[in-house]
């Protein structure tokens, strides 16, 4: 599949899980692809990682923060500088320090969440527009959560967050159109290291809780992301798309 030939693309957090996920997932389908996280060796490793696949996308790492403005510059600049536009973001970069009730919670870590989970998207969907898109057009996809959309009572804070990333995405898109589409995905549960307390005591008891009696994997994500940003979804914007083995149908989270 080569229907990304000639674009490039910014993935934060990149360095593991779901975003090294979709980083090979844009390589595969022929983007060029920036990737950034916060610690640089695991970056750099991730980049190696994914040279190795031998697909026809270069791959450049750029170490930064998210939640700093001039990381994200950084990140955006580097992307155009090396090749000569930005068609795609993905932002993937997300936390979770806050487990338990709201009543407890600690309010700087509640606002750390939030400029992490929100704000920081806001911003690098700022810098793309800036630098690429606002001339140009492309696509965002902003990774979501099924917690923004269903309360869990155990990650609140972490899902109110990812609620208002989704309503972040549908401004976005009624802002942003036509020539930027803005849309975002809303994980279950994915066997990812950032996920590993919600389901490595009791994998099988967790599964049980899902139609397809499995959890996810970071390329059940990633090969919605590559459709969502290629032509294919040319007339898909201010979605969110569950991708949860069916567990919100269950009506149960």
């Given at each position: 599949m080569n229907d990304l030939i000639g674009k490039s693309a910014l993935v934060s957090g990149a360095s593991r899980g779901i975003g090294k996920a979709v980083a090979a997932e844009l390589l595969r389908r022929g983007a060029n692809v920036v990737i950034t996280a916060r610690k640089p060796e695991p970056l750099e490793e991730a980049a190696a990682d994914l040279r190795a696949l031998g697909h026809r996308g270069e791959v450049v790492a750029l170490a930064g923060n998210s939640g700093d403005a001039q990381s994200r510059?950084?990140?955006?600049?580097?992307?155009v500088s090396e090749f000569g536009s930005l068609d795609i973001l993905i932002n993937n970069t997300g936390i979770n320090p806050v487990y338990g009730p709201l009543m407890d919670a600690d309010?700087?870590?509640?606002?750390?969440?939030?400029?992490?989970?929100?704000?920081?998207?806001?911003?690098?969907i700022q810098e793309a527009h800036k630098a690429w898109m606002r001339e140009h057009g492309?696509?965002?996809?902003?990774?979501?959560?099924?917690t923004g959309l269903r309360s869990t009572g155990m990650i609140a804070a972490y899902g109110a967050s990812k609620a208002a990333l989704i309503r972040l995405t549908e401004e976005l898109a009624w802002e942003l159109g036509p020539n930027i589409r803005v849309n975002a995905v809303a994980p279950g549960v994915v066997k990812t290291k950032f996920a590993d307390a919600l389901y490595s005591a009791d994998e099988e008891r967790v599964a049980a809780g899902y139609p397809m009696k499995r959890l996810g994997v970071p390329e059940d994500v990633a090969e919605l992301i590559g459709f969502l940003v290629s032509d294919s979804a040319r007339w898909i914007t201010g979605e969110t798309v569950r991708v949860d083995g069916g567990l919100l149908a269950t009506g149960v989270i």
């Open positions: 510059a950084d990140a955006v600049e580097r992307a309010l700087s870590a509640v606002r750390k969440i939030f400029d992490i989970n929100v704000v920081a998207a806001l911003g690098y492309g696509a965002v996809v902003n990774v979501a959560s099924v």
